[in-house]
């Protein structure tokens, strides 16, 4: 069966610093995961782990 339509949504996860982005998927209808996401990952470019805050997508 396939899913339904709408329930995710993917999101773009950008070091501002940098410029260097992630991109991941967002469950919208979820409580937890409202208002914009924020995760610390690893930036090649400055060789270490970083704040990632969601940005807009530039389709």
């Known amino acids: 069966m396939a899913s339904k339509k709408g329930s995710k949504e993917v999101v773009k996860l950008e070091n501002k610093e940098t410029g260097f982005y992630y991109t991941t998927?967002?469950?919208?209808?979820?409580e937890n995961t409202q208002g914009k996401m924020k995760f610390r990952k690893y930036d090649p470019k400055l060789r270490k782990h970083v704040v990632f805050t969601e940005a807009k997508m530039s389709h």
């Open 25 to 30: 998927t967002k469950n919208t209808k979820s």
